[in-house]
């Protein structure tokens, strides 16, 4: 209401009335430690224990403190009403509701305990052969919660059917949003990592790398929000978005024998050198979307401010006759329930896991063929050839992950992709588990240096 009430109440300005400057708690110096052992069990570096850990930390996310500066005193909305630009005055204009930044005054700092051992083994054929188990805690990571969310449920109750605005429903009154930077996110990850090397000898360079791994976060990004509740941890918790189980690089380089005797044969058929890269891994933790024409959140949690989640009721990846347009099994989801009767308020919007399903990954061959040409004492020529996913291989990127629905009562999504074959074409070709993009085709380039 205009010129009444306190606009400021309970904001104030850092550095005044007992605040501190720096809005946070100053924890003091950190210690880092850091532990390392190398053991030579045999005495003749064949068989090598490592291992070791330590204790690292990060720097708070540096535009937290730049939202600051949109809070008012500094910065104060305003909103008309029924107006149009050319009439725009502080007569006619209103203070709007304001939204905040706010930061947690504790002042943790985001921290991570690696830890590894491993054992390193020389093999046979000059390869050397290194396994170990790699993990880390992380702790104090970053997030955010909505202090002045509309709580689940709250439209479900009788007195708040006849509210129009709503502001209203808010704990704070007043205020729009309050966005309170946290630092209680959590990760862990467990990693069993293998290489195997060989140097060059007999005119071969062999690597290979493996990692099968697991990461599991409450806050895949710094910005995730968190869940209002106390069920925010078993509504998180789950694979990072940067998990991959399987990471797989193997690579090489080999020289080709040439032919001896004739020099111009020699110096044309020989000192060739072939050499490739090739990479498998896993794709990307992703979540299923929804969307239902007329449907918000206040129609399924309640809240204005807090979303659902589609209802996984089955296995995504169940499909009898998989091909391009058919990656994702339908009849696995359903459209969220709507209401505290038929989903308790602990339960609203936690109808499925975070980031379960895995997207297409990654299965390519890089080949490479070149030579150097001496042409005299202090100038070379070389030639090259480069073949991107050599093979040619058709890898996917992505696959349609939004189901629409036409309801809250549908059992199949409305954009599935079906063939009509009285026009002989597909339609909805990239709707509901439908492939949406692919990584590169096959890409060849030819190249000649001179090197003087």
Do not use: C
Not at 63 to 87: D, E, H, K, L
Not at 130 to 155: E, F, K, W
């Amino acid at each position: 209401m205009p010129n009444s009430g306190n606009f400021l109440n309970g904001v104030v300005v850092g550095g005044e009335n007992g605040v501190s400057k720096y809005l946070m708690n100053d924890r003091g110096i950190h210690y880092g430690p850091r532990f390392g052992l190398a053991y030579d069990v045999l005495g003749n570096q064949t068989f090598v224990i490592r291992t070791g850990g330590g204790i690292f930390y990060d720097r708070y996310q540096g535009n937290r403190p730049f939202a600051m500066t949109n809070n008012p005193p500094n910065a104060v909305p305003a909103q008309v009403n029924y107006g149009i630009v050319s009439q725009l005055n502080s007569g006619v204009a209103l203070a709007a509701v304001p939204s905040l930044r706010s930061f947690d005054v504790g002042g943790e700092v985001p921290t991570v305990y690696n830890f590894q051992f491993g054992l390193q083994y020389k093999l046979p054929f000059e390869m050397v052969l290194d396994t170990s188990y790699v993990g880390s805690l992380s702790r104090h990571l970053q997030a955010q919660i909505n202090l002045n969310a509309i709580p689940y449920g709250t439209r479900f109750l009788p007195e708040n059917a006849s509210v129009t605005n709503r502001d209203f429903l808010r704990p704070y009154m007043g205020f729009g949003d309050i966005t309170y930077f946290k630092a209680d996110a959590s990760a862990n990850y467990n990693s069993l990592q293998v290489t195997l090397n060989r140097r060059m000898a007999s005119r071969l360079f062999f690597g290979l790398s493996y990692t099968w791994s697991k990461a599991l976060t409450t806050a895949s990004a710094d910005g995730d929000f968190q869940r209002i509740d106390t069920n925010n941890r078993k509504a998180n918790y789950g694979l990072a978005d940067f998990h991959r189980a399987h990471n797989l690089a193997v690579n090489w380089v080999y020289e080709i024998p040439g032919p001896t005797g004739n020099d111009v044969l020699k110096h044309t058929l020989g000192g060739w050198q072939l050499s490739g890269v090739y990479q498998y891994q896993t794709g990307q933790p992703s979540d299923i979307s929804f969307s239902i024409p007329g449907i918000n959140n206040e129609n399924l949690t309640g809240s204005f401010t807090e979303g659902a989640r589609i209802r996984l009721i089955g296995d995504p990846t169940a499909v009898s006759n998989q091909d391009v347009y058919h990656m994702i099994n339908p009849a696995a989801f359903l459209p969220p329930t709507a209401g505290s009767a038929a989903n308790p308020l602990s339960q609203i919007g936690m109808e499925a896991p975070v980031r379960y399903f895995i997207r297409p990954g990654i299965d390519n061959w890089t080949l490479s063929l070149q030579k150097s040409f001496r042409i005299k004492e202090s100038v070379s020529m070389q030639l090259r050839a480069d073949a991107f996913n050599a093979f040619n291989h058709t890898q996917f990127s992505d696959i349609g992950r939004t189901a629409n629905y036409a309801n809250l009562q549908s059992t199949t999504p409305s954009n599935l992709p079906t063939f009509d074959s009285a026009r002989n074409v597909w339609v909805n070709p990239t709707g509901f588990g439908a492939v949406t993009a692919v990584r590169d085709p096959r890409i060849m380039q030819l190249m000649m240096r001179v090197q003087f």
